[in-house]
């Protein structure tokens, strides 16, 4: 089992930048990919971004040339800088990690709410 903890949520401008944090913890051997995925209201999660366990990069296309995905497995924590947010960036932003055990699974966090707003 892994655990994901997200944090840095908040109010930002339009133009601004936000950095999430996702703290991750239990089986880690175990995760061969993470990523950042977003909700905003009414509509279905949507994956932003993905690093997997060599460090491989994926963007979704909203996400291209504005949003960094990055990791620091010495400090366990998996990052998501975003830059030039958007009033259409606004959404509850969730952790995730696909492992394999004995068995394939994925854990995700609660979620962090970033409102870009003036």
């Known amino acids: 089992q892994v655990q994901l903890v997200e944090s840095g949520g908040g109010l930002v401008q339009p133009g601004g930048s936000l950095t999430l944090s996702c703290t991750f913890s239990?089986?880690?051997?175990?995760?061969?990919?993470m990523g950042w995925f977003r909700q905003a209201p009414g509509t279905q999660r949507v994956l932003v971004a993905r690093?997997?366990?060599?460090?491989?990069?994926m963007y979704e296309d909203f996400a291209k040339g504005r949003f960094t995905i990055s990791r620091d497995n010495a400090k366990n924590t998996m990052y998501l800088q975003m830059n030039r947010l958007k009033h259409e960036d606004t959404a509850v932003y969730y952790c995730?990690?696909?492992?394999?055990?004995?068995?394939?699974?994925?854990?995700w966090g609660q979620g962090t709410q970033v409102t870009v707003s003036s």
């Open positions: 690093i997997t366990r060599n460090d491989s990069t």
């Open positions: 239990g089986s880690i051997s175990t995760i061969y990919a």
């Open positions: 995730n990690a696909d492992y394999f055990d004995t068995a394939s699974g994925d854990s």
